[in-house]
C-alpha cells in the first residue's frame, strides 16, 4: 500500500422521497441559489417542481440554468457564472446528472475568481482557489460527482473536454433520492452502470502498486455489485431495491474508496472517451463501454494475472493459463456490457479507423496537461484503439 | 437498502513515518494541547518522542495525561477534563490504541460541558453538544476509533462500560503510520484483527433489512482482506505490508461504510464484551474472540442464510443444507481465531457458567440504555453465554 490523504466531506443523504428536503437542508447555508438542471427530464418526471418547491418553501430564492447537455459546455458554463455574479448567488444546486453536477461545480468554482476564465482552471494554468458552496441532487446513477471533487467540461470552441478537481468542489451536501432514477431509461442507465464500473476498473489495473489487497477486494465487491444492480435496474426500471443498490454503488464507486493507498494512477480509458466524445458527441457511458474490452485486452498483455484475478473473484473463471483466464474475463465483461445494450466497440459508434489519428492526438493534448503523455503518447492511444474497433 | 445520513468528516493521512508530521498539521488548530498516552508502550518504542518532538518543533504546548489502561477509567477522563480546563488547552490527541482515542474524546467533550459531569454523556442524561478537536496517531489496528465518532469508556465505581458517540467526536486528523504497529505483540495484534472483524460481522447479521447486496459484499471484503492480513501481521510482527492492510482495513471497518444503509442494527457482540471486560478487565478483543464462534452458532439457529453466505463467500463452502454451511462457517472462523491466538470460548478466559447471571445483569442494563433491552433481556444474553462458554 502506497502512502496517502483521505479527507471526503460530503454528507450524503440517501432514501426514497427524501429530494423533498432539499430546501430545509440547503437553507442553512445560503438564501439565494442557482439550480442548474439539464434539457427538460426533470421537468417531466416531476423532480424539478419537487425540488423547486421545497427550496422556496424554505425561503431560498431560486434563479434557474437551465438547458446543461451532455458532454456539458463552457458556453452554458459562462451563462451559469454570469448569473451568479449579476444576482449576487451564494450556492449552487445541481439537480440531474453528472453534467449537471459538472456544470454547478465549474460554475461555483468559476464565480469567485477574481481574474481569468474558468477554463484555465480545466488547462491547469489556475489553481482553484475557492468556490461557491455546492449540493447536488442526482437523477442518474453513474459519475460519482455527487461524492468527489471532479468536473469535465467541453469547450466547443476548441473541441476539448478536460477534467479539473479540487478539495473546494466536494458537495456539502448530496440528496441521493434513488426513486429520481427510476425514469432513467435502459440505454442511460445502462451507461451509468458501465461508468461506474469503469471508474473501479481503472485504478484497479492502473494503480503504480502491484500489492493493494484491501483495494482489490472492495474495488472487486463494487463492481460485482454494480454488475448486478445494472443488469436489474435494466430489466426492471421501477425496482427501487435495485436503482438504489446502482446509485450508492455508484457513488462509492468514485469517492476516493478504492483509489487510496494505490499509489499514482490514471484514468486512461475516460481520457481517451472524453476525446471520443468531444469529437463524436457519444453518450459518455456509451463511449466508455465501447472502450473498455479492447483497453482491457491492450493492458492484458502487461497484467494478465490482474486480469485474471478479476475473473476467478467474479466468475469464478479458470482457464488454465493466466492469458486464457484473462480472454476469458474480457469475454465476461463483453457479454455483461452486452446483455445490459451497451456497445462494445467502436464501430458500433460509428466511428471507424480512420478517425483513430483524431481521436488520438485529441487525447495527446489532455495527456500533456495531466502530465502523462510520456505514457499516453498518440501511437499508444492509436495501439488502444485498434483494440476497440470491432468486438472480438 | 434502508435510509441513511452518511457524513464522515475526519482526514486520514496514511503512511509509513507520518507521526513526525504531527505538529505541523495540528499546529492550525491549536498551540496547547493535551497528549494522551498509554502506560508506556509509546514511550518505550520512541512513538512519544517523535510526536512531542513534532508538536514542539511546531510551536505546539503540550500537557501530557499518562496511564491510561484497556478498558479506560473514567477517573483518568476526569483527571484529563480538569487539566484541560486548568490549562485552558484547545484540542486533544491521542497516541496510543482504543482506550486511548476513547479517553482523548471523552475529555474533548468533558472539557466543553457547562454543567454536569460527562458520565451523563455514557448513560444518555445529557446530550453532547460539542467537543475540542480531536487528533489521533493511532498505535494499534483495532477500534476504529481514529475515524469515527465512538468512545467507550469504563466506570470503576458502578463497574460499568458504556459506549457513547457524537457527530462532534469524529477526529479532526488521524495520523495513520503502520511502522507504529510492527511493535504491537502477537497477542494483541490478534485481539485487534478480531475487533475490527467483529466490527463487521456484527452489522452482517444484525441488519434489519435483508437486501442489502453491496453493504454484504463491502463487509465481506474487508473481512477477508482483514483475517488475512491479521495472520500475516501475527507471523511477520515487521512486515509493513500486512501492518498497512490491516490498519487501513480495521480503519474502514468502522467508519460507517458498511453500516449506511443496512437499517437498524445494534453492536450485540460488543455489548456483552463490554459487560464482560468491566467485570473481569479482560482485553477487549480477547473477550470478543471469546465470544464470536458461539454468538454466530446463537444467531445462525435465525440466519443459518446469511452465515452460510459468509462460509460460501469468504471459504468456498459447500455443505448440502443452509445450516450444514454455516455449521462450516463457524467452524472455520473458530480456526482462524485459533491459528492467531485468540481465545474462542469463555473458559479460555477463566469465566465458568456460574459467572453468565452477573455478565448477563451487566448487560441488561446496557441494553435498557441503547432501548434494545426488550431484544436482549437477561435471559437472551445467558443463552448467549452459553453458546460460548465452551468451543465446539
Redesign the interface.
Known amino acids: 500500500?502506497?502512502?496517502?490523504?483521505?479527507?471526503?466531506?460530503?454528507?450524503?443523504?440517501?432514501?426514497?422521497g427524501?429530494c423533498d428536503q432539499a430546501g430545509a437542508e440547503i437553507r442553512p447555508f445560503s438564501d439565494r441559489v442557482l439550480l442548474v438542471t439539464g434539457t427538460g427530464s426533470a421537468k417531466r418526471t416531476g423532480a424539478y417542481d419537487r425540488v423547486r418547491r421545497s427550496l422556496e418553501a424554505a425561503g431560498v430564492r431560486v434563479r434557474d440554468l437551465e438547458g446543461v447537455v451532455s458532454n456539458p459546455r463552457l458556453s452554458k458554463v459562462r451563462e451559469g457564472i454570469e448569473a451568479t455574479r449579476a444576482e449576487a448567488l451564494t450556492a449552487v444546486v445541481a439537480l440531474g446528472g453528472g453534467s449537471v453536477m459538472d456544470t454547478a461545480k465549474a460554475v461555483a468554482a468559476g464565480a469567485v475568481l477574481d481574474e481569468g476564465d474558468v477554463w484555465d482552471c480545466f488547462t491547469r494554468t489556475r489553481e482553484i482557489a475557492g468556490a461557491l458552496p455546492v449540493f447536488t441532487v442526482p437523477t442518474l446513477a453513474a459519475s460519482g460527482s455527487e461524492m468527489n471533487g471532479f468536473m469535465v467540461i467541453t469547450n466547443e470552441e476548441t473541441g476539448h473536454k478536460l477534467a479539473a478537481g479540487s478539495e473546494h468542489l466536494y458537495p456539502r451536501l448530496s440528496i441521493l433520492d434513488?426513486v429520481l432514477t427510476c425514469s432513467v431509461p435502459p440505454d442511460y442507465t445502462a451507461y451509468g452502470g458501465a461508468d461506474a464500473v469503469c471508474h473501479l476498473l481503472e485504478p484497479y489495473f492502473n494503480g503504480s502498486d502491484p500489492?493493494t489487497?484491501?483495494q482489490d477486494?472492495?474495488a472487486?465487491?463494487?463492481i460485482?455489485?454494480l454488475l448486478?444492480?445494472t443488469e436489474a435496474a435494466v430489466a426492471r426500471p421501477g425496482d427501487v431495491?435495485a436503482r438504489?443498490?446502482l446509485m450508492?454503488?455508484a457513488t462509492?464507486a468514485l469517492n476516493g474508496?478504492t483509489r487510496?493507498?494505490i499509489g499514482e494512477h490514471f484514468f486512461a480509458v475516460h481520457m481517451i472517451e472524453h476525446a471520443l466524445s468531444a469529437l463524436f458527441d457519444v453518450p459518455h457511458g456509451a463511449g466508455l463501454a465501447a472502450l473498455l474490452p479492447g483497453w482491457m485486452s491492450w493492458r492484458a498483455a502487461e497484467s494478465a494475472d490482474k486480469v485474471a484475478q478479476l475473473g476467478r473473484r467474479l466468475w469464478n473463471l479458470s482457464g488454465g493459463t493466466r492469458r486464457e483466464e484473462a480472454r476469458q474475463t474480457i469475454a465476461a465483461l463483453r457479454d455483461w456490457l452486452r446483455r445490459v445494450g451497451c456497445p462494445t466497440s467502436l464501430s458500433e459508434l460509428g466511428i471507424s479507423a480512420g478517425d483513430h489519428g483524431r481521436i488520438a492526438e485529441n487525447a495527446a493534448l489532455q495527456a500533456g496537461i495531466w502530465g502523462v503523455d510520456a505514457l499516453y503518447t498518440p501511437e499508444v492511444v492509436a495501439a488502444v484503439l485498434a483494440q476497440c474497433q470491432e468486438a472480438a
Open positions: 500500500m502506497q502512502p496517502f490523504t483521505f479527507h471526503n466531506p460530503t454528507r450524503i443523504l440517501f432514501g426514497p427524501l434513488p500489492d489487497p484491501l477486494r472492495l472487486e465487491a463494487l460485482q455489485t448486478e444492480a431495491a438504489s443498490t450508492w454503488g462509492l474508496l487510496a493507498g
